[in-house]
């Protein structure tokens, strides 16, 4: 089957929807989701939108604590367009009548979370606020954005221009070419690489393989944010403890009641993620166990429903205050090498969300600006897009040769997560890595794959192993520790990797100064428009 449109977007979180819905006004738009619409890590997001609407806070504050908590690993320009934009974008959707919490006299209440300065963090439905949004965007879509669930997209099409022209899906009965004019990766994180992970179940960074299959750079690949607590009971993870429940008075305990934070940190249970994260992983791997205390906050379970129905689920008894946690992955501040607008240094190709590599996140994301970069660069894409987009008007797919129905040895999936976590997760050094890299097939192995002849389970495998090898790769040659980048044998930040980027292309790696090659955004500009 092939269907022709002006736009596909791939993914079906927050970003795909908010894009989607702006880009509506002049193209018709598909969204191709490996899932049900409502089955991705934006629905089950507890966290709020961090964004300045009170007359204490202002923007420089935000800036400066996405720098402080991102190690200053960062696009400035990028973070700047993110914080002072995201003000306008938060407000617009609020105009719009998007449900944010609010006190009784009519006042947004604003939640504190880790490394914030100030509180600025709006919620929807307690923690919720994830849900709420997508119902709200999924809701407000027009006619002309067509859903098509549990599509895995495999292949992107480029012409003999070198653009982006289109993607290949399964379902589970057909195949389906989509030919476009511009096609956008919004597809997520990483986080079902590892054993434990707040993420969706089949978060395998499908949207990073396929653009690194294609020719598209990737960064970054060696942060990975870990959240300090997920809910944990007997040997597996249940969703998260949202960072705004330490917010309102919850902290961090071992098995003795003994708080855990107060001398690590000027900010104690308020610190940044990649120090929380590491502080309960210590504890665990010397034989404690880790909770959240909730004995200060008043009335939980009407602040936290979503918090007090997982417990209740999984037979979690809340009257006892505390709730038993664990570490586990949480977001990828790295990906797709992308600007402001998603432009990619393929033509036509975009990316945005979790799946895109920007900047603004750093070596750590601040708690909260993935809701804002989401909203926030999903208008400005869709700005540009209605502005400057054009037609395509070759869709000659470039041949490729000698594509082999060989893949190379893949570990089971269950394997890849437990190797990940132990070897390439919160502590990493030379040895582990080595040992991993030596299991994950290099570049030559799965660059000629013909991905056609290939189950879906298969084709997820090999995206796993993709990623994976970025991520472990990433790590290696990042000699040093720098936010959720920690290794046991470069324990310091190196200044001679203060703003170095590990760029990976085509199974090359280098490293260079700034995330963008110099002239990158101006030749894509000329290509594309």
Same mark, same amino acid.
């Given at each position: 089957?092939?269907?022709?449109?002006?736009?596909?977007?791939?993914?079906?979180?927050?970003?795909?929807?908010?894009?989607?819905?702006?880009?509506?006004?002049?193209?018709?738009?598909?969204?191709?989701?490996?899932?049900?619409?409502?089955?991705?890590?934006?629905?089950?997001?507890?966290?709020?939108?961090?964004?300045?609407?009170?007359?204490?806070?202002?923007?420089?504050?935000?800036?400066?604590?996405?720098?402080?908590?991102?190690?200053?690993?960062?696009?400035?320009?990028?973070?700047?367009?993110?914080?002072?934009?995201?003000?306008?974008?938060?407000?617009?959707?609020?105009?719009?009548?998007?449900?944010? /919490?609010?006190?009784? =006299? %009519?006042?947004? +209440?604003?939640? !504190?979370? #880790? &490394?914030?300065?100030?509180?600025?963090?709006?919620?929807?439905?307690?923690?919720?606020?994830?849900?709420?949004?997508?119902?709200?965007?999924?809701?407000?879509?027009?006619?002309?954005?067509?859903?098509?669930?549990?599509?895995?997209?495999?292949?992107?099409?480029?012409?003999?221009?070198?653009?982006?022209?289109?993607?290949?899906?399964?379902?589970?009965?057909?195949?389906?070419?989509?030919?476009?004019?511009?096609?956008?990766?919004?597809?997520?994180?990483?986080?079902?690489?590892?054993?434990?992970?707040?993420?969706?179940? /089949?978060?395998?960074? =499908? %949207?990073?393989? +396929?653009?690194? !299959?294609? #020719? &598209?750079?990737?960064?970054?690949?060696?942060?990975?944010?870990?959240?300090?607590?997920?809910?944990?009971?007997?040997?597996?993870?249940?969703?998260?403890?949202?960072?705004?429940?330490?917010?309102?008075?919850?902290?961090?305990?071992?098995?003795?009641?003994?708080?855990?934070?107060?001398?690590?940190?000027?900010?104690?249970?308020?610190?940044?993620?990649?120090?929380?994260?590491?502080?309960?992983?210590?504890?665990?791997?010397?034989?404690?166990?880790?909770?959240?205390?909730?004995?200060?906050?008043?009335?939980?379970?009407?602040?936290?429903?979503?918090?007090?129905?997982?417990?209740?689920?999984?037979?979690?008894?809340?009257?006892?205050?505390?709730?038993?946690?664990?570490?586990?992955?949480?977001?990828?501040?790295?990906?797709?090498?992308?600007?402001?607008?998603?432009?990619?240094?393929?033509?036509?190709?975009?990316?945005?969300?979790?799946?895109?590599?920007?900047?603004?996140?750093?070596?750590?994301?601040?708690?909260?600006?993935?809701?804002?970069?989401?909203?926030?660069?999903?208008?400005?894409?869709?700005?540009?897009?209605?502005?400057?987009?054009?037609?395509?008007?070759?869709?000659?797919?470039?041949?490729?040769?000698?594509?082999?129905?060989?893949?190379?040895?893949?570990?089971?999936?269950?394997?890849?997560?437990?190797?990940?976590?132990?070897?390439?997760?919160?502590?990493?050094?030379?040895?582990?890595?080595?040992?991993?890299?030596?299991?994950?097939?290099?570049?030559?192995?799965?660059?000629?794959?013909?991905?056609?002849?290939?189950?879906?389970?298969?084709?997820?495998?090999?995206?796993?192993?993709?990623?994976?090898?970025?991520?472990?790769?990433?790590?290696?040659?990042?000699?040093?520790?720098?936010?959720?980048?920690?290794?046991?044998?470069?324990?310091?930040?190196?200044?001679?990797?203060?703003?170095?980027?590990?760029?990976?292309?085509?199974?090359?790696?280098?490293?260079?100064?700034?995330?963008?090659?110099?002239?990158?955004?101006?030749?894509?500009?000329?290509?594309?428009?």
């Amino acid at each position: 089957m092939i269907i022709n449109t002006d736009i596909v977007i791939i993914g079906s979180g927050i970003s795909a929807l908010q894009t989607a819905k702006l880009l509506a006004k002049k193209y018709d738009v598909h969204i191709v989701t490996k899932n049900h619409i409502k089955n991705g890590s934006s629905y089950k997001a507890q966290g709020g939108i961090a964004a300045v609407t009170s007359s204490e806070d202002n923007i420089r504050f935000h800036i400066e604590d996405t720098f402080v908590a991102g190690l200053h690993h960062h696009d400035v320009e990028n973070v700047i367009k993110l914080v002072k934009e995201g003000k306008q974008t938060v407000q617009q959707l609020i105009n719009d009548h998007f449900p944010i /919490d609010c006190a009784p =006299d %009519g006042s947004i +209440l604003l939640g !504190l979370e #880790g &490394a914030h300065s100030k509180p600025r963090i709006i919620h929807s439905g307690g923690d919720a606020t994830g849900k709420a949004l997508v119902n709200f965007l999924v809701d407000s879509l027009p006619e002309n954005v067509i859903i098509h669930e549990y599509e895995l997209a495999y292949e992107l099409l480029i012409n003999d221009d070198g653009e982006c022209i289109g993607v290949k899906t399964k379902s589970f009965e057909d195949h389906i070419t989509y030919l476009a004019s511009y096609v956008i990766v919004a597809t997520g994180g990483v986080g079902a690489l590892y054993e434990y992970t707040s993420n969706c179940s /089949d978060s395998f960074g =499908d %949207g990073i393989a +396929l653009s690194y !299959l294609a #020719g &598209a750079e990737i960064a970054d690949m060696e942060f990975i944010q870990f959240h300090p607590s997920l809910i944990y009971l007997d040997g597996k993870t249940h969703g998260l403890v949202s960072e705004a429940v330490r917010g309102a008075g919850g902290y961090f305990v071992d098995e003795n009641g003994n708080r855990i934070m107060e001398r690590v940190h000027p900010l104690a249970d308020l610190a940044p993620r990649h120090i929380t994260a590491y502080e309960m992983y210590k504890h665990r791997t010397n034989g404690h166990e880790v909770y959240i205390d909730i004995s200060n906050i008043e009335h939980f379970e009407e602040k936290f429903p979503t918090i007090t129905n997982i417990c209740k689920v999984i037979g979690i008894d809340l009257s006892n205050q505390r709730i038993p946690i664990a570490p586990g992955s949480h977001f990828l501040m790295g990906g797709i090498v992308s600007d402001v607008y998603g432009r990619t240094n393929i033509p036509r190709l975009l990316a945005i969300g979790e799946a895109a590599c920007t900047g603004v996140h750093g070596a750590n994301r601040l708690a909260s600006n993935s809701l804002l970069e989401c909203i926030t660069f999903g208008k400005l894409m869709a700005e540009h897009l209605l502005n400057n987009g054009s037609r395509q008007n070759n869709y000659t797919i470039r041949k490729i040769d000698n594509k082999s129905s060989n893949i190379p040895k893949l570990m089971q999936p269950s394997v890849l997560q437990k190797e990940m976590f132990l070897k390439a997760g919160i502590v990493r050094e030379k040895k582990a890595l080595t040992d991993l890299i030596e299991q994950l097939p290099a570049y030559e192995e799965f660059a000629n794959v013909n991905f056609d002849a290939l189950d879906r389970r298969t084709i997820e495998q090999l995206f796993m192993h993709i990623t994976a090898s970025l991520i472990v790769q990433g790590a290696f040659t990042r000699e040093e520790s720098r936010g959720s980048h920690i290794r046991n044998d470069f324990p310091s930040i190196n200044e001679d990797w203060q703003n170095k980027w590990i760029i990976f292309k085509q199974g090359k790696l280098h490293v260079r100064d700034g995330l963008y090659e110099q002239n990158q955004i101006t030749r894509n500009i000329e290509t594309v428009f």
